[in-house]
Structure formats: structure tokens, C-alpha cells
């Protein structure tokens, strides 16, 4: 796993190298690693339990599979670029573009668990539930670390930005359980049921 030294508080920042490989690679060995979101100079962080791989315009369960459109031109961009979209009328939700340039390919990251700055998440999540539920879902974790709109397109690899993600401990295989994706009922097979959702057993889990 590729590291860059960036800054005094932003250590072991996940380097574009490490993006720069399809999605399936790079969902896998995100387990493990922090999110971590800057505001106002304090550090929200959590360590990534569970991602989903979307890949090319081939996978229909990708938004890529429309093609390029002004939704999902971050996709075709360099990797190791945030792409945040809104879902359902009220929900934003957090991918990481990997693979080459060209190839659109993104991770969903579904779930953390807190591990620096709980209290401020607690408010932005307005004490809505315990502590281990207040970010066991894609749309949980982006109101727990005030990640919106504006974030999308955002370099996570620059030393600039506010939004970055940092080496962790690699996940052992046998805690790793792999399962269809969540939400693409109306995506036909095998896209529908292909395994690319990856889930630490023992973190927390939204599905």
C-alpha cells in the first residue's frame, strides 16, 4: 500500500498511485484505512468497514454505464478524486475515482467507524443514535463528517484539501465477507448479484 507524506497532521495520505487501479482492487484495500475530514482545523476521522466497487461503463450497476455526462465526468478524471452525488432527494453520498484515466471506475465508502473527533460528529448527526450507529451507512457517515455537494470533484491527494484518507492497518482475509451490492434491485443480472460489496465482519455494517 502506497503512502505521501503531505503534512504534520495529514500522515500516510493515500497517494494517487493506489487509486490508479480498477475499483475491486482499491474497495478491498480501503478496510482498514481513515477518512478523514478537516473542519474548521479539527480532525473527524473514521477507519472504512465496508465499499462497493462500480466499474466501466460495462457494469450497469455504474453510473458510468450512461456514459459521460456532467454527472459522471469526475468518474473518466484522474483517480484519487472525490465523486459526491445526491441520492433520494436528501441524501449525499461519498465514491473515491479509481483506475486510469478514461475508465470510469469509483468506490462507494459505506461505512466508517469514528475513531477522532466523535462529539463533533455526534452534532452533525444531531445525537441521532448510539455512537456505533451514527455512521454505519453511506449517508450516515457524509452528515457525521459535514461532507455535501461541495466536495465533489475535491483532490483527495492534495495537501490543500479538507478531505483525504490515510493508510491503516491492512484487513485479514478472514474477516473480510463479500456480498452483492446494495440497492440495484432493478439492475439486471450479473450486475445485480456480482460480489463487489466488501464488509469487515467485526466493523460496522448497513446493508
Not at 503512502?3 to 482492487?25: E, G, I, K, M, Q
Not at 463528517?145 to 465533489?152: E, T, V, Y
Not at 492534495?158 to 456480498?179: K, Q
Amino acid at each position: 500500500m502506497s503512502n505521501n507524506t503531505l503534512s504534520d497532521d495529514t500522515l500516510s495520505v493515500l497517494d494517487r498511485a493506489f487509486y490508479n487501479r480498477p475499483a475491486l482492487a482499491v474497495a478491498r484495500d480501503l478496510l482498514g484505512c481513515r477518512l478523514v475530514r478537516r473542519v474548521d482545523g479539527q480532525r473527524l476521522a473514521g477507519l472504512i468497514t465496508e465499499t462497493e466497487a462500480y466499474q466501466g461503463e460495462e457494469d450497469l450497476g455504474c453510473h458510468a454505464s450512461a456514459g459521460k455526462t456532467p454527472r459522471t465526468e469526475v468518474m473518466y478524471g484522474a483517480p484519487g478524486h472525490a465523486y459526491v452525488y445526491f441520492t433520494y432527494g436528501m441524501h449525499w453520498l461519498l465514491n473515491v475515482v479509481t483506475d486510469q484515466e478514461e475508465i470510469p471506475a469509483a468506490v462507494l465508502i459505506r461505512a466508517i467507524q469514528p475513531v477522532e473527533g466523535e462529539s463533533l460528529m455526534a452534532i452533525h448527526r444531531r445525537y441521532h443514535a448510539l455512537k456505533s450507529d451514527w455512521t454505519d451507512g453511506p449517508a450516515k457517515l457524509t452528515q457525521a463528517l459535514k461532507i455535501d455537494g461541495a466536495f465533489n470533484r475535491v483532490d483527495l491527494c492534495s495537501p490543500e484539501s479538507d478531505l483525504w484518507l490515510e493508510n491503516g492497518d491492512p484487513a485479514p482475509e478472514d474477516l473480510i465477507e463479500r456480498t452483492p451490492r446494495v440497492g440495484l434491485n432493478a439492475v439486471p443480472e450479473p450486475w445485480r448479484s456480482i460480489p463487489w460489496r466488501f464488509v469487515m465482519v467485526n466493523g460496522a455494517r448497513h446493508g
